[in-house]
């Protein structure tokens, strides 16, 4: 397990809210993406999911076409008006780099999703996802918080070291669809880009999980919507000299798409048990929303977690659902008394 301040985290401290130091996340941007991308909440105004080749990837425009059309529904130029969904005119595909137009791995390849429309104060406008080339050759440091999270896949370091290429797939102007048919839009945007240009490793920059992609493509189509987009973490927490077993076990993603994740921060428990419920809570909250209030409680008769709504412990900064399961094994604190939360 991740030893936590390796993660970025010298030590844990009490507050009006339970805070960590997050001034050393591993932020895997390269300089791609504006500093604002994120606000304090942990959403993501831009979704961003990057792709690694071991070889420079071909992409075919027809395919691409025909996979975004099948995963999506209709998608349309940006320059054109909206035609009938049967209209076979032209490829919903734009490129920058109109100067090589059988290159489309040399400039931004860009969709207009219409079957995914966001309300503007100037009227709806359909959401669009972009696919881009970077410059740069993978880093495996890049990923290394990733990396150390991937029990999930123990051949990933091996695999993103051998790879020289990248694709950068992120959602535009999608930031007011729902949640839901967000996560819905890029998921299928990026089983296109995969059954048409394959590739040795995927990275969710929000979640900070990196999978194989085939697994993904399983995952995907055994209905596991959250496979890849949220992140069970776990951490050993050293530091505090409490003479106990301290752990703290989070989830990554939930936030970037507009809904808290889920933290547990606890001594002397079995970590696969707790880890199963925070992956529980966080998939009910996905489904539900934001419906857990402070102060209520979780879990089964015998054991109640009290819940409460903080500022993450551990990178990126973002709001956590923290759950308490009581004093005896609670390494944190909650203050819902305090703020009228519910008892």
């Given at each position: 397990?991740?030893?936590l301040?390796?993660?970025?985290?010298?030590?844990?401290?009490?507050?009006?809210k339970?805070?960590?130091?997050?001034?050393?996340?591993n932020?895997?941007?390269d300089?791609?993406?504006?500093?604002?991308?994120?606000?304090?909440?942990g959403?993501a105004?831009?979704y961003?999911?990057?792709l690694?080749y071991k070889?420079?990837p071909?992409l075919?425009?027809?395919?691409?076409?025909?996979k975004?059309?099948?995963?999506?529904?209709?998608v349309?130029?940006?320059e054109?008006?909206?035609t009938p969904?049967?209209?076979?005119?032209?490829?919903a595909?734009?490129?920058?780099n109109?100067?090589k137009p059988?290159e489309?791995e040399?400039?931004?390849?860009l969709?207009?999703?219409m079957?995914?429309?966001?309300?503007?104060q100037e009227g709806?406008?359909?959401?669009q996802?972009?696919i881009?080339?970077?410059?740069?050759?993978?880093?495996v440091e890049?990923?290394?918080?990733?990396?150390?999270?991937a029990w999930h896949w123990?051949?990933a370091?091996?695999a993103v070291a051998g790879?020289s290429?990248s694709?950068l797939?992120t959602?535009?102007?999608a930031?007011g669809l729902?949640?839901?048919?967000r996560?819905q839009?890029?998921t299928?945007?990026l089983?296109?880009l995969?059954e048409t240009?394959?590739?040795?490793?995927?990275y969710f920059?929000a979640?900070?999980?990196?999978?194989?992609p085939q697994?993904?493509?399983e995952?995907?189509?055994a209905?596991?919507?959250?496979y890849?987009?949220?992140?069970?973490?776990?951490?050993?927490?050293?530091?505090?000299?409490?003479?106990?077993?301290e752990?703290?076990i989070?989830t990554c993603?939930?936030a970037?798409l507009g809904?808290?994740?889920?933290?547990?921060?606890?001594?002397?428990?079995?970590?696969?048990?707790?880890?199963?419920?925070v992956g529980?809570?966080a998939?009910?909250i996905f489904?539900q929303?934001d419906?857990?209030?402070?102060?209520?409680?979780?879990g089964?008769?015998?054991l109640?977690?009290?819940?409460?709504?903080?500022h993450a412990l551990?990178?990126?900064?973002r709001?956590?659902l923290?759950?308490?399961?009581?004093?005896?094994?609670y390494?944190?604190?909650?203050?819902?008394?305090q703020e009228?939360g519910t008892e």
């Open positions: 397990m991740t030893n301040e390796q993660a970025g985290m010298d030590e844990i401290y009490p507050g009006e339970e805070k960590a130091n997050m001034a050393n996340h932020d895997a941007t300089n791609e993406t504006n500093i604002n991308e994120q606000d304090l909440s959403f105004n831009v961003m999911i990057e690694l070889e420079k071909q075919s425009k027809q395919a691409l076409y025909e975004m059309q099948q995963y999506t529904g209709e349309q130029l940006p054109e008006k909206v969904a049967n209209s076979e005119d032209s490829l595909v734009w490129e920058t109109k100067d059988d489309s040399s400039g931004v390849i969709f207009f999703h079957n995914h429309m966001v309300p503007f709806p406008l359909p959401a996802t972009c881009m080339t970077s410059e740069r050759a993978p880093q890049s990923y290394e918080s990733a990396l150390q999270q123990t051949e370091r091996e790879c290429h694709l797939l959602d535009f102007c930031r729902d949640y839901k048919e996560l839009l890029i299928g945007a089983r296109a995969l240009a394959p590739c040795e490793a995927v920059r979640s900070d999980k990196i999978v194989q697994v993904y493509l995952a995907i189509n209905g596991q919507r959250l890849g987009a949220m992140n069970v973490r776990f951490y050993n927490v050293e530091g505090r000299d409490s003479g106990r077993d752990m703290l989070d993603g939930l970037a809904v808290s994740d889920v933290q547990c921060h606890f001594y002397d428990m079995e970590p696969n048990e707790v880890a199963s419920l529980d809570i998939y009910y489904e929303g419906v857990i209030r402070d102060g209520e409680t979780v089964s008769e015998e109640r977690w009290l819940c409460e709504h903080q551990a990178a990126p900064p709001y956590v923290d759950l308490n399961p009581g004093p005896e094994h390494a944190g604190i909650q203050h819902h008394d009228g």
